[in-house]
């Protein structure tokens, strides 16, 4: 029996073990999706206790307790934070299988030095570590990116944000590593919702340019393009239910947008036409701009109405959704596709049964001199555990070209979570080194080193024309 979480933790093979201590272990990290909040970096925020670190926001781990009984008291309400830091460790033995389990004890073994494993029992020996380590200087935010050897982080922004702390960030001559913005317009797409003409209004006022029409949105959005990009935004990134293709007359958008303006209710039909006309518009602005383009898709979010009234959105309610359907997202793209107008796009669905679908349909739009126009992205949220890596690894390398893979990113809230990249490194060197010990694929150490370097760091770094030297 092996030891728990070992060195050799989830490598089989000496090939495997190989790929990641030559290759994999101390590759850099570069973020190049997540949600961590850049005012805590510019502060250089040092926390009080584990639980702000890993529970504050983590709706991973709320949705867990919730599943184990916990109390909502608990978890996003009024107890103290060790009453609730006690009930997580009290989650956590039944969490066998669960990736949580391995990220927590990944977290601990390189941020606290703790070899052991948290449970009811062992509560209170983690909390009274990991709080006498976190008063250290090593452990704030900064000192934390750059221990875990991030080059470069992209965070997730509003349009209407003034990037005032990505601003501070930049100006910050004794803080190395990168914080970018990424453009996240979702608010300017939910036309069906009642915050659109709102949020609608406040565009209009960081903009200058008074929204009346379509036409007049576009220049606002094209105003606030312009200034992400000057402050050295590369990436966008779009949360949908599933690429819509709805193509309609352009004086037809206008008008739905007047009648939503009006405070008409928009229909569904009405809001697709909407949408298409706004992606296929943003789409265009990308490509002239050289930005990248990506698409999470295939989430119902909100589920439980009542929950949602309380605690509001990104909180534990979102599932897997079963309906992205081909032909619309081939649609898109084939319009695109059309004028050559399409930009560098990342496809990521929450539904591991759109695996295939995409890396059919990203074949479909490949086009020189840009390598891996539209590809898909790393296992996603619901995905990404161990199995949900292989399965879209492995379907990636069964109908594309695995070696050109973009790799891994946090997608998180927390500083801690850039054990996830050392975690997806083990099970990439292992499925790789896998197929080589099985006679798959030759031991080719210059061609493997070039894999498994490009998966986890060189091939993003090119793919998104980030300043960054080659590892």
């Known amino acids: 029996m092996k030891a728990f979480m070992d060195k050799d933790f989830l490598l089989a093979t000496d090939t495997a073990k190989e790929l990641y201590r030559d290759f994999a272990e101390n590759a850099p990290i570069l973020d190049y999706h997540c949600h961590i909040n850049p005012q805590e970096i510019a502060e250089d925020r040092q926390f009080d206790n584990i639980f702000q670190v890993w529970l504050g926001g983590d709706h991973y781990k709320w949705r867990q307790m919730r599943t184990n009984g916990v109390p909502e008291e608990y978890i996003t309400g009024d107890k103290p934070d060790r009453e609730k830091f006690q009930k997580w460790a009290e989650t956590m033995p039944k969490l066998i299988g669960n990736p949580l389990y391995h990220w927590s004890h990944l977290e601990l073994r390189k941020y606290f030095g703790y070899q052991g494993y948290l449970n009811g029992d062992t509560a209170q020996e983690v909390w009274d570590l990991c709080n006498a380590k976190l008063k250290e200087p090593s452990m704030s935010v900064r000192n934390l990116i750059k221990a875990s050897n991030v080059t470069l982080i992209c965070t997730t922004d509003d349009p209407i944000d003034t990037l005032e702390w990505h601003r501070k960030i930049a100006e910050d001559e004794s803080f190395d590593v990168q914080v970018l913005p990424a453009w996240r317009p979702d608010k300017v797409t939910n036309i069906d919702k009642p915050t659109f003409v709102p949020y609608i209004r406040q565009l209009s006022e960081r903009s200058g340019i008074e929204v009346k029409d379509f036409g007049s949105l576009k220049a606002a959005l094209q105003n606030r393009l312009d200034f992400f990009q000057s402050m050295g935004c590369i990436v966008t990134d779009h949360a949908l239910r599933y690429v819509m293709y709805a193509p309609a007359a352009e004086a037809e958008v206008d008008a739905i947008v007047k009648r939503a303006f009006a405070g008409e209710t928009i229909g569904e039909e009405e809001a697709a ?199």
């Open 273 to 471: 036409k909407y949408r298409t006309a706004e992606m296929l518009f943003l789409a265009r602005e990308y490509n002239r701009r050289n930005m990248v383009f990506q698409i999470h898709f295939g989430c119902i979010r909100d589920n439980n109405a009542d929950m949602f009234g309380k605690l509001g959105a990104d909180t534990g309610f979102d599932a897997i959704d079963n309906h992205a359907p081909a032909d619309q997202m081939a649609g898109f793209l084939n319009t695109l596709s059309a004028t050559d107008e399409i930009p560098k796009t990342i496809l990521y669905s929450l539904n591991p049964n759109d695996n295939a679908t995409i890396n059919t349909l990203i074949g479909c739009f490949c086009k020189a001199p840009v390598l891996n126009r539209v590809t898909q992205g790393s296992a996603w949220w619901f995905n990404d555990h161990k199995q949900g890596m292989i399965e879209q690894m492995t379907s990636y390398a069964n109908l594309s070209a695995l070696g050109n893979f973009n790799g891994m990113l946090t997608d998180s809230r927390s500083f801690l979570s850039y054990t996830r990249h050392d975690y997806f490194r083990r099970i990439l060197c292992n499925l790789i080194g896998g197929w080589v010990e099985n006679g798959e694929y030759p031991y080719d150490r210059k061609a493997l080193q070039e894999i498994v370097k490009g998966i986890c760091y060189n091939n993003a770094a090119r793919f998104f024309d980030f300043a960054l030297k080659q590892y």
